[in-house]
């Protein structure tokens, strides 16, 4: 009896999900981070900016920007055959903080996106990761006309632990972000202690 290739059927992979999030300040790029990786049409909360919400809204570095996350992002991207990431964005303005105990329930990890125009609207996400335990990864987003600093330079402007990775990424960009998020993971898995945490793409 002969057996060709036909007769052989690949075997069913049930992949593993991870809850991600990707939290920083209003205007630092959340929603474009989530929109250019996910693999399907992200769910996106937005509202446009109104008079109402000028007092409360720094629209300080990005007075272009018209519309606000009020409730999150959602996409998601599969990293490998066996391990699919699910992204939840967080609100960036004060007023919607109360969203973030909800979203982080579960998380494995977080991206913590920052604008060096604006460095100091990074110190709230990443002092809400630091105190739950959660870990997290920053990522600066380098924005077009923005000015360039040395990794140190931020991680020090930060005060980041020595173990909490600094990455240069552009939210626009698909393979940019996924670095991020590989790099999310293999952080988180080496904090957990699960072994090697060998992600490749």
């Known amino acids: 009896m002969a057996f060709g290739r036909s007769s052989r059927k690949k075997s069913f992979v049930e992949p593993v999900t991870l809850k991600i999030l990707v939290a ?3 205007g630092v790029g959340k929603t474009t981070l989530v929109g250019s990786v996910s693999e399907i049409r992200p769910l996106r909360t937005e509202e446009i900016l109104s008079e109402v919400g000028r007092p409360v ?5 990005v007075e272009t920007k018209t519309t606000t996350t009020v409730a999150m992002d959602f996409g998601r991207i ?9 992204l939840f964005g967080t609100p960036g303005q004060d007023r919607f903080w109360f969203l973030w105990d909800e979203l982080a329930q579960g998380a ?11 460095l100091e609207d990074s110190f709230a996400a990443i002092d809400y990761f630091e105190r739950r335990g959660i870990p997290f990864t920053v990522a600066v987003n380098c924005f077009e006309g923005a000015q360039r600093y040395p990794a140190e330079s931020v991680r020090g402007a930060l005060d980041l632990d020595p173990e909490v990775e600094l990455l240069m990424c552009d939210a626009r960009d698909r393979e940019s972000v996924k670095n991020v998020l590989v790099a999310v ?5 080496v904090l957990a202690d699960r072994g090697p945490a060998a ?3």
Do not use: K, W
């Not at 809204?57 to 570095?61: A, E, I, K, V």
């Open 108 to 118: 494995l990890g977080a991206v913590v996106l920052a604008d060096t125009r604006r």
């Open 199 to 201: 992600v490749t793409t």
């Open 78 to 86: 599969t990293l490998r055959e066996d391990l699919v990431l699910y």
């Open 57 to 61: 809204d720094d629209l300080h570095g």
């Open 185 to 189: 993971v293999q952080h988180a898995l």
């Open 24 to 26: 920083g300040g209003f």
